[in-house]
């Protein structure tokens, strides 16, 4: 079977997946969301690696996930005091990536950091915000 075999096929099946997921279940949609977060920004991460950079993945791809997961917070049965959690998600996830560092010893600690944080906010606002407008169009 041919490489654009594969890929018809592929598409043929996942095209109306995805369709039924986005229009009928608001949770699969965030699932679907934070999938395609996760596989974003582990390819950006690949390709900092590409330029020489050490970005650290099992902590981006976790603020990553937050990030998204922040969008649906209206939806989620969780009640939180404050009305946006997104401050909190990244003051914590500097904190970690920041000590993180403290123990990798990689020189140039600072771009690490930076590249990890901008990776996961890069993405995670990206596909929160879709989720976000999501939200808007099929809850009113």
């Known amino acids: 079977?041919?490489?654009?075999?594969?890929?018809?096929?592929?598409?043929?099946?996942g095209i109306p997946v995805v369709v039924y997921i986005i229009l009928s279940r608001p949770y699969g949609f965030l699932g679907l969301g934070i999938i395609f977060a996760l596989l974003a920004v582990y390819e950006f991460y690949n390709l900092a690696k590409a330029k020489g950079?050490?970005?650290?993945?099992?902590?981006g791809m976790a603020l990553t996930a937050l990030i998204v997961l922040s969008f649906a917070r209206l939806r989620l049965p969780i009640h939180l005091?404050?009305?946006?959690v997104l401050p909190l998600i990244l003051i914590a996830g500097?904190?970690?990536?920041?000590?993180?560092e403290l123990f990798k010893g990689f020189p140039n600690p600072i771009a690490q950091v930076s590249v990890t944080l901008a990776g996961a906010l890069?993405?995670?606002?990206?596909?929160?915000?879709?989720?976000?407008?999501?939200e808007c169009f099929y809850t009113h």
């Open 1 to 13: 079977m041919s490489n654009l075999t594969q890929r018809i096929l592929v598409a043929v099946v």
């Open 53 to 59: 950079f050490v970005p650290q993945i099992g902590v």
């Open 81 to 84: 005091e404050t009305t946006d």
């Open 94 to 100: 500097t904190i970690a990536c920041l000590t993180a």
């Open 122 to 134: 890069y993405v995670g606002r990206g596909l929160g915000g879709l989720y976000g407008v999501h």
